[in-house]
C-alpha cells in the first residue's frame, strides 16, 4: 500500500516540479511495451476500444470514420500497420514514444471528456500540425478554451477490464481577463475484471489552462497523466483453455493464502506538460509552437526463476496431459496404439484429473514458490523464485514548431520544424523475494554454462556478487538515448476541380546506448556507451483529388519515405551488451492508393484500393525460448512486407433518420522474402553467440548468412477481413444502432525462431524427373507444410524454402448493439445516457490473435516431442457479451 | 491540483499487496497416512528378481504394496536429475544380511526436488498403480515412457502422483543411518559376485585418484559431454587399480569443480551398468 502511495505522491511533485524549473516543456508518450512481449501481446491490456490503430475517426473519410469503433472488439488495425505507423498530436505536440514509435493510448487513458475534440487525419491530409504516419494521424485540441462552458460529470459501469468509471470535468471557457481553465479528475476501477484475476486501480488528471494575451497570442499550458496499476491477462494453449473449460482462462494468477494474486502487474504513470504557443501573425500566417515534457515510469512484473527451480508457469508444456504422447499423430492418438501403450492413457488422464481437480491446480502456486524458497535458504541456499519488475521508464523533451500560410483563395502551406530528444531508462528492480532474504545478482544460465564462478556468470563485474534486496536494481541496467529532427512542409492546391497535395519531410535520427552495468558475457562491450548510430530519411506523398461534379470524388494518393529504425529493434541484445544490429538501415515505404467517393441520392459511399510495400525493415522479438531455456533475441533485418487491398463505406438513407451501412476490407499484408537473421542469448558470451549465428550448407559444408524463411507470412493481430452491416436509427433524441460484423482471416503471430533456417529440417535432391525437375522423394506434403529447406545435392544452393504454415483462425460473426437518448434540460443542462452491447450473442469462439510457441517438435535426434510446439500455439478470444452503460450529466 | 492529489493519495492505492503464506507443513506429498508399511524395498527386490536383474524393463505395480525408506541422495546440487534415492536399514536383520540394508531409486518428474524431500527425510511409497523395473540396470520406480531417442523405458512418476502414492514420515534427518554412505573397499569393488541389483543403487564411498585430474581439469566440461549431456572420470583404486566411473552432468556447481588431484573419497549413488558407477549429490562428496 505504501509502495503506491508513495509513487503516486512522488510522480505529483515531480511533475510540478518540472513546471516550476521549465515552464515551456511537455511531453511524448509511449506505451512502454516490455521488450518481452511478443507483437500479439503489446496490447492486451488496453481497453479493446482503445487499440484501434491509426487514424480516430477521420470524418471527411466514411471508412475511417467508422471502423475503428466498429471492429474494436476485433483488435482491428487499418490495413494492417502496426501503431508505429500513426501518429498523435496533442496541441500541436506529436506524442508517440521514439523508441517504440508507438502512442500508448493509456497515456491519456480515463480523460475521455478532455481529449474528445479530436481530428482523424490521413497520410496524405493537408494539415497545420505536422506530418501524418503513413497510417494517419489524430490530432487532439485540448486547449482550455476550447472546452465548453459548465460541468460533466460522467458515471460509467461495464463488465471489460474495469467495472467502474467516473470522470468529472469543468471548464470555465474563454473568462473576460482572457484566462480559461479546464480540468478533469477520473477513476477507473475494479477489484476484478472480466478476466479472471485481473484488477484495474487507475486514477486520471487533466488541467489546462490558457491565456489569450491578445488578438494575436496565446499560450496553452496542459498537463495530465494517469497513474494506473493493473494485473494482465495471458494467453494461452486451446489444451489449457479446453482443461479449464474456458477460452478466458488467465494463466497469470493464482492464490497465495487464499487470495489471488497475478504475476504480471503493471504500474505505469506518464505525467506530461505541453506548452503551446498560438501566433496568429496575421490572417493569413499562423505560428504554432508546442513544447513539451514528459516523464514516464512504467513497469511490469515477471516471475523470475533459477535455472535449477521447476517452471512455475501453470501451462507450462510439461504440466500439458498432451505432454504424455502425442495427440496429434494419427499413429498414435489411436486404440491399437494406446492399447499397447496403457501407461500413455494412465499419464494423461492423471494430468487431465489434476487439472480439473481444483481451480488452485490450473494456477500459480504461489505458496509452493514460498515453501521451496524457504526450505532453500534453510538448506543454505538462495531463493530460487522472485518476482522482478521490468522498468521502462522514459524522459522526453518535444518540441514542434509549424508555420501555416494561406496564401490566397486556392494555395496554402504550412512548414515546420519539430525536435525530440529522448532518454529510456531500462532496467529491472527486485518485487519481491518470496519469502526469500538472499539472492545474489549472477545469471543463473551463464553459471549453468561457464560455471558459478565465472566471469560470465555476472551480471555485473563492476559490482560482482551483488546481493540483492527487494527494490534493488539487479540483472541489466541501461539507457537508449533517441534524439530526432524532422523538417517538414506540406502545401496543397485547390484549383477547379482539382485538388493537389504536397508533403515532404526530411529528418535526421542518433540512437546510442549507454550501459551501467559490465555484464560478464560482454565485458568489453556492455558498460558505458555504445557511440551514436545516425540515420538520415526523408520522403514526401503527393495527393491528387479531381471532383468532376460534387457527386463524384477521384483521388490517387502517392507516397515514398525511408525511416530510421526504431530503437527498439537496433540492438542485438540490448539488456547484456551495446552492439548494435548487423545490416541495421533504413525502413523503406512506399505507398500508393485510389479511392472513388460518391454521393447518390440516398446512396453514398468510398471504395479506396491501396498497395504500400516495405522494404529493409528491422523487427526484434525477444522472448524466453523454452527450447534453448534462455532469454532470446531474435531480430530479422531487410524485412519486405506488402500490404494491399480494398475498403468500402456504403451508406443508404432509408429514411432521414434511417439509414443501413455496409462497411469493411479485405486486405492482405504479408512478408515478401526471407530475412536475415541475428540470434542472441542473454546468458552467452561473444565466441559461443557466434556460433548461434551460423547456418551449415549440409551439401557444401559452407556456411551461408542466416535467415528467417518467411515468405508468404501474414501480418497477424488483426482481421485481413472485416465487414460490417449495420443499421441507425434515431428519433426524439433517440438514437439505436446494431451492427452485424464479420470477421476472418486472423492469422497467428508466427515463431521466426522455428523457421530460422538452422532450425528448419532440411532435404537434399536425389536426382531429377524426366522432365528435368528436382527429386525429393523422402518430402511430402505434410513435411513442407511444417517448413523445409530443399538443397540441390550437386552444388547445395537452395531450391526452395518453406516456411512452416502460419494458421488462420476461423472466422466469425459478431453483434454489438447500442441505444442511446439525448436529454435536453433547462438552463442549458442535458443528460445523455448510452448503453452498447457487443458481442450480443456470447460468440466464445473468435480469436482476436495468438502466437506459436518458440520451440520445435524435435530432439536434436530427430525423435519427435511428444509435446507438439506447433499445434500448440497460445491465443487470445476476443471478449464474451460485454456492456456499457454510460451517464453523462452536463450542468 | 490539491483535490487531484488528495484523490490520487486517497484512491490510488496499491492493489498488488499481499500477506506471506504460513508454509509450515507445506506437502506435495499425501497428507493424509498412506497406510501401514506392508512391504519392503528387499522383498520388492526379492520378489521380482527376473525383472531386476534385466538392463530395462518395467511393470505395473497392481497392489496396495507400502514401503518405505530414507532419502539418502537428491538433486541437492543438481548433479542427479528427477531422482530420488530411498534406502532403508532394517535394524532387525543382522549385519551383512543382503536384505538389512536396500535402496532404490524413485524417479519424480519435476526438477529441484530437494525441498520437497530433503536428504534424511523418512517416506512412505504405496506402489499401487506405479511401475517397478530397471532403467539401464539401475533398479527404479517409477512410469514409462519414451526417450528423445524413441526407446521405452522406465522414466519418473508424475509429481502430481506424489499427492496419492508418497508420504512423508517425520522430520528429515540428515545424521541418520541411512544417510551414511556404505564405504566401499578394493576388494569388494572387484568382486563380480558383487554386480547385481541388491547391491544398487545405493548411497556409497569410494576412495581413488581420478585418472585424468591434472590440477587443472574440471569433472564436467561441455566440450567432453555425451549424448546423455553428462562426462565420465575414471577413479582408479591404488590397492588394486580398481576403476569406478564417476559420471557428472554439465550443468551444475561439481561440473565446473577442479578435480582434486591425488587420493580423495568421493560419495554418491552407486550403480553398475558396464562398470561400477557412481554420481556424487553435490560438491560436498568430494573429501
Redesign the interface.
Given at each position: 500500500m505504501k509502495k503506491g502511495v508513495k509513487l503516486t505522491a512522488a510522480a505529483l511533485l515531480m511533475a510540478s516540479g518540472a513546471w516550476a524549473q521549465a515552464p515551456a516543456d511537455t511531453l511524448q508518450l509511449s506505451d512502454n511495451t516490455d521488450f518481452t512481449f511478443t507483437e500479439s501481446q503489446l496490447d492486451e491490456d488496453n481497453d479493446a476500444a482503445q487499440t484501434v490503430s491509426t487514424i480516430v475517426g477521420a470524418k471527411s473519410d466514411p471508412y475511417n470514420s467508422e471502423v475503428g469503433y466498429l471492429f474494436s472488439p476485433m483488435r482491428f488495425k487499418v490495413r494492417a500497420y502496426d501503431n508505429q505507423y500513426s501518429n498523435y498530436y496533442m496541441n500541436g505536440l506529436q506524442l508517440n514514444d521514439l523508441e517504440l514509435g508507438r502512442f500508448g493510448y493509456s497515456m491519456v487513458g480515463g480523460m475521455n471528456d478532455a481529449t474528445r475534440n479530436q481530428e482523424g487525419l490521413s497520410a496524405y491530409d493537408y494539415n497545420r500540425t505536422g506530418l501524418a504516419g503513413v497510417g494517419g494521424a489524430t490530432s487532439v485540441n485540448t486547449r482550455a478554451s476550447q472546452f465548453a462552458q459548465g460541468s460533466k460529470l460522467t458515471l460509467s459501469g461495464c463488465n471489460r477490464n474495469y467495472v467502474a468509471r467516473g470522470m468529472f470535468t469543468h471548464a470555465t471557457g474563454l473568462l473576460p481577463s482572457g484566462w480559461a481553465f479546464a480540468g478533469l479528475v477520473g477513476y477507473r476501477w475494479a477489484n476484478e475484471g472480466v478476466i479472471e484475476g485481473t484488477f484495474y486501480n487507475s486514477l486520471s488528471y487533466f488541467l489546462s489552462a490558457e491565456k489569450r494575451i491578445n488578438e494575436h497570442h496565446s499560450l496553452s499550458l496542459v498537463t495530465f497523466g494517469s497513474p494506473t496499476e493493473r494485473a494482465q491477462q495471458g494467453a494461452s494453449t486451446e489444451e489449457a483453455y479446453w482443461l479449464a473449460n474456458s477460452h478466458y482462462y488467465n494463466p497469470n494468477w493464482g492464490y497465495q493464502n487464499g487470495e489471488k494474486r497475478n504475476a504480471r502487474v503493471v504500474n505505469d504513470f506518464e505525467p506530461t506538460a505541453i506548452l503551446t504557443w498560438d501566433w496568429k501573425i496575421d490572417d493569413t500566417k499562423k505560428l504554432t509552437t508546442a513544447a513539451g515534457f514528459k516523464y514516464s515510469m512504467y513497469s511490469s512484473t515477471a516471475l523470475g526463476w533459477s535455472g535449477d527451480a521447476y517452471d512455475p508457469r501453470p501451462d507450462y508444456y510439461k504440466n500439458m496431459p498432451s505432454s504424455i504422447f502425442d495427440v496429434w499423430d494419427p499413429a498414435k492418438n489411436n486404440p491399437d496404439y494406446l492399447a499397447q501403450n496403457p501407461f500413455l492413457l494412465e499419464q494423461y488422464y492423471d494430468l487431465v484429473d489434476y487439472w480439473r481437480a481444483s481451480e488452485a491446480n490450473q494456477q500459480i502456486n504461489w505458496d509452493r514458490m514460498y515453501f521451496v524458497n524457504r526450505q532453500n535458504e534453510a538448506a543454505g541456499g538462495e531463493t530460487l523464485y522472485y518476482q522482478e519488475r521490468r522498468h521502462n521508464d522514459q524522459m522526453v523533451f518535444a518540441l514542434n514548431s509549424a508555420f501555416s500560410h494561406d496564401l490566397n483563395r486556392w494555395g496554402k502551406y504550412t512548414v515546420g520544424l519539430s525536435l525530440n530528444s529522448t532518454k529510456g531508462m531500462h532496467y529491472k528492480t527486485m518485487a519481491d523475494l518470496l519469502g526469500g532474504t538472499t539472492y545474489t545478482d549472477i545469471d543463473k544460465f551463464a553459471a549453468n554454462d561457464y560455471g558459478i564462478n565465472s566471469i560470465e556468470a555476472q551480471n555485473d563485474l563492476r559490482n560482482p556478487n551483488r546481493q540483492i534486496g527487494v527494490d534493488d536494481k539487479f540483472g541489466y541496467n541501461y539507457n537508449i538515448f533517441v534524439n530526432k529532427a524532422r523538417a517538414y512542409g506540406l502545401y496543397e492546391v485547390n484549383r477547379g476541380k482539382m485538388n493537389y497535395r504536397l508533403s515532404a519531410f526530411a529528418e535526421g535520427t542518433t540512437m546510442e546506448r549507454e550501459g551501467l552495468m559490465q555484464n560478464g558475457r560482454a565485458p568489453e562491450n556492455s558498460y558505458g556507451k555504445s557511440g551514436q548510430a545516425k540515420f538520415l530519411g526523408g520522403g514526401g506523398r503527393l495527393g491528387l483529388t479531381y471532383r468532376p461534379s460534387g457527386a463524384h470524388i477521384l483521388s490517387l494518393n502517392l507516397g515514398a519515405e525511408s525511416n530510421a529504425p526504431l530503437a527498439r529493434n537496433s540492438f542485438v541484445a540490448p539488456r547484456m551488451q551495446n552492439n548494435f544490429v548487423d545490416n541495421l538501415t533504413n525502413e523503406d515505404i512506399y505507398t500508393a492508393e485510389a479511392s472513388y467517393q460518391f454521393r447518390l441520392g440516398d446512396f453514398s459511399g468510398k471504395v479506396t484500393g491501396y498497395y504500400t510495400r516495405f522494404n529493409n525493415g528491422v523487427e526484434q522479438t525477444a522472448f524466453y525460448n523454452d527450447q534453448e531455456e534462455r532469454f532470446t533475441y531474435l531480430t530479422m533485418t531487410n524485412v519486405n512486407r506488402e500490404h494491399y487491398g480494398v475498403e468500402a463505406a456504403l451508406k443508404y438513407n432509408l429514411t432521414s433518420n434511417f439509414s443501413v451501412n455496409l462497411t469493411g476490407t479485405y486486405a492482405e499484408a504479408q512478408y515478401v522474402n526471407n530475412p536475415l537473421a541475428q540470434v542472441a542469448y542473454e546468458g552467452m558470451n561473444a565466441s559461443t553467440l557466434k556460433t548461434l549465428n551460423t547456418w551449415k550448407n549440409p551439401v557444401t559444408g559452407q556456411q551461408m548468412p542466416l535467415c528467417v524463411v518467411a515468405d508468404g507470412m501474414r501480418v497477424n493481430g488483426t482481421p485481413l477481413t472485416a465487414i460490417s452491416l449495420g443499421l441507425n436509427y434515431n428519433v426524439n433524441g433517440w438514437f439505436f444502432e446494431a451492427n452485424l460484423n464479420y470477421y476472418d482471416r486472423v492469422y497467428v503471430d508466427f515463431s521466426e525462431y522455428r523457421r530460422l533456417g538452422n532450425v528448419l529440417p532440411y532435404y537434399v535432391s536425389e536426382g531429377f524427373d524426366d522432365k528435368g525437375n528436382y527429386l525429393f522423394q523422402n518430402v511430402n506434403a505434410d513435411d513442407l507444410a511444417k517448413g523445409a529447406v530443399l538443397y540441390d545435392a550437386q552444388d547445395g544452393h537452395i531450391v526452395s524454402a518453406y516456411s512452416a504454415e502460419q494458421e488462420k483462425f476461423d472466422g466469425g460473426f459478431m453483434l454489438d448493439l447500442s441505444i442511446g437518448r439525448y436529454i435536453r434540460l433547462a438552463k442549458g443542462k442535458s443528460i445523455s445516457i448510452n448503453l452498447s452491447v457487443q458481442n450480443v450473442t456470447n460468440n466464445r469462439n473468435l480469436r482476436t490473435g495468438g502466437y506459436e510457441q518458440n520451440r520445435d517438435d524435435f530432439y536434436n535426434t530427430g525423435v519427435a516431442k511428444a509435446y507438439t510446439f506447433s499445434k500448440n500455439s497460445k491465443y487470445y478470444y476476443a471478449n464474451a457479451f460485454n456492456a456499457f452503460l454510460n451517464v453523462g450529466f452536463k450542468f | 491540483?490539491a483535490?487531484?492529489?488528495g484523490?490520487?493519495?486517497s484512491?490510488?492505492?496499491?492493489?498488488?499487496?499481499?500477506?506471506?503464506?504460513?508454509?509450515d507443513g507445506?506437502l506435495?506429498t499425501s497428507p493424509e497416512s498412506l497406510g501401514e508399511v506392508n512391504y519392503s524395498i528387499a522383498e520388492l527386490k526379492n520378489d521380482n528378481a527376473s525383472l531386476f536383474s534385466q538392463t530395462n524393463a518395467f511393470e505395473?505395480v497392481k497392489e496396495d504394496k507400502i514401503i518405505e525408506g530414507v532419502v539418502a541422495a537428491n538433486?541437492?546440487g543438481?548433479n542427479l536429475y528427477q531422482t530420488l534415492l530411498i534406502r532403508h536399514i532394517d535394524e532387525s536383520k543382522p549385519e551383512g544380511d543382503a536384505d538389512r540394508d536396500q535402496a532404490i531409486v524413485l524417479g519424480v518428474?519435476?526438477?529441484?526436488l530437494?525441498?520437497?524431500f530433503?536428504l534424511g527425510q523418512r517416506v512412505k511409497v504405496n506402489l499401487k498403480?506405479l511401475?517397478i523395473g530397471c532403467y539401464s540396470k539401475l533398479p527404479k520406480i517409477g512410469?514409462?515412457?519414451?526417450t528423445?531417442?524413441?526407446n521405452?523405458r522406465l522414466g519418473p512418476v508424475?509429481l502430481?502422483?506424489c499427492a496419492t502414492n508418497v508420504e512423508l514420515v517425520g522430520q528429515p534427518n540428515p545424521d541418520c543411518a541411512e544417510c551414511q554412505p556404505i564405504a566401499l573397499s578394493p576388494e569388494w569393488l572387484r568382486a563380480t559376485a558383487n554386480r547385481n541389483y541388491l547391491n544398487y543403487p545405493q548411497l556409497v564411498s569410494v576412495t581413488g585418484t581420478i585418472q585424468e585430474a591434472d590440477g587443472e581439469a574440471?569433472f564436467a566440461p561441455?566440450s567432453l559431454q555425451d549424448a546423455g549431456y553428462g562426462v565420465d572420470r575414471t577413479l582408479v583404486n591404488s590397492v588394486n587399480n580398481t576403476k569406478v566411473t564417476i559420471r557428472t552432468s554439465t550443468?551444475?556447481?561439481i561440473?565446473?569443480t577442479v578435480m582434486p588431484e591425488g587420493e580423495h573419497t568421493y560419495t554418491g549413488l552407486l550403480s553398475y551398468y558396464s562398470n561400477w558407477q557412481i554420481q556424487l549429490r553435490s560438491v560436498s562428496d568430494i573429501q
Open positions: - | 491540483m483535490l487531484a492529489a484523490l490520487m493519495l484512491l490510488n492505492s496499491c492493489m498488488d499487496d499481499y500477506d506471506e503464506p504460513n508454509t507445506y506435495i505395473q538433486d541437492c543438481g518428474k519435476h526438477t529441484w530437494t525441498p520437497y530433503q498403480g511401475y512410469q514409462p515412457y519414451y528423445s531417442s524413441g521405452l508424475l502430481q502422483l574440471i561441455e550443468q551444475n556447481d561440473a565446473f
